[in-house]
């Protein structure tokens, strides 16, 4: 049984999956799997001749195909065929530098049960790879607040103890974005985080913009909001909650979705006085 499975889902970028391989199989770490879930790409003979090469290489992959259902779906694919006790998530396009699963496993095996999720700091880069932004918030312990305040773990960044799927379920694919944060949430509801302070992650920011791509990441910020709307006002973070729905219905007007626009400003001018 492995103590690692890496979940890498996939979706018509070969060149980016050689790259994130090769990031997994310099890893210090050696005792993990890497399961790799193709959601419906057209270029799936080229996928499954970089897996060979690195299974040549000594990798133990396990390459599944199956209809694109988008990320979520694959993520969870993957978390169902896991063995090992941790769960690491990369995306096709994104790398781990050679410490990164060392690093953390070291610390969950030092930690309480409590530490259901151990993250890194990450280092976001362009397309040229040109530092963008550095992700390097610190939090430990009962962190719910604080990720209610904001998303500050990049999901390659994160590794989860994999009982915690049992206790939280999987990703909600219902969710057209923002599917990381809603889960990092109730993970949080349960189980404390720990942060290796260190930049071990690389995380490829791409700028291919357009109306629909926009759109649903806004839609994934109200879906959020709208389901743990009761918590932030329980936790007393109603001033948190009302900044980001005052937010978000300016973001959709401007996107020309008038009808959202108002449901979020409705949403945002019915919160409890108290």
């Known amino acids: ?31 993990f799997e890497v399961i790799i879930v193709d959601d419906g790409s057209v270029c799936r003979a080229d996928n499954e001749k970089i897996v060979d090469k690195y299974v040549r290489k000594g990798m133990k992959i396990k390459y599944f195909y199956q209809k694109n259902i988008g990320a979520p779906g694959a993520r969870n694919r993957g978390i ?23 690093r953390q496993v ?37 962190s719910l607040k604080e990720i ?54 690389i995380y490829h920011k791409h700028f291919n913009f357009s109306i629909g791509k926009s759109r649903n990441a806004l839609y994934g910020y109200y879906a959020y909001f709208k389901k743990y709307q009761n918590l932030y006002l329980q936790l007393g973070m109603k001033s948190e909650l009302s900044n980001y729905l005052g937010w978000l219905a300016y973001k959709m007007a401007i996107m020309g ?6 449901a979020v400003s409705y949403t945002h001018l019915t919160l409890p006085t108290n």
């Open 1 to 31: 049984m492995p103590t690692v499975s890496v979940i890498i889902p996939t979706y018509n970028r070969p060149k980016f999956l050689e790259r994130s391989l090769q990031s997994v199989y310099k890893q210090t770490f050696k005792d």
């Open 106 to 142: 070291r610390l969950f095996e030092i930690s309480s049960e409590k530490v259901g999720l151990i993250y890194t700091w990450a280092k976001e880069v362009d397309e040229k790879g040109n530092l963008l932004r550095k992700h390097c918030i610190s939090v430990r312990g009962n």
């Open 148 to 201: 209610l305040k904001r998303n500050f773990i990049p999901s390659p960044s994160a590794m989860v103890r994999k009982e915690c799927f049992d206790k939280v379920g999987l990703f909600d694919e219902n969710f057209p974005s923002c599917q990381d944060w809603e889960m990092w949430t109730r993970i949080a509801s349960w189980y404390e985080f720990d942060v290796v302070e260190d930049f071990l992650v």
């Open 257 to 262: 979705d008038k009808q959202k626009a108002q």
């Open 80 to 102: 169902k065929e896991a063995e090992g006790k941790y769960i690491a998530f990369l995306d096709d396009d994104d790398e781990f530098l050679p410490e990164k699963l060392e």
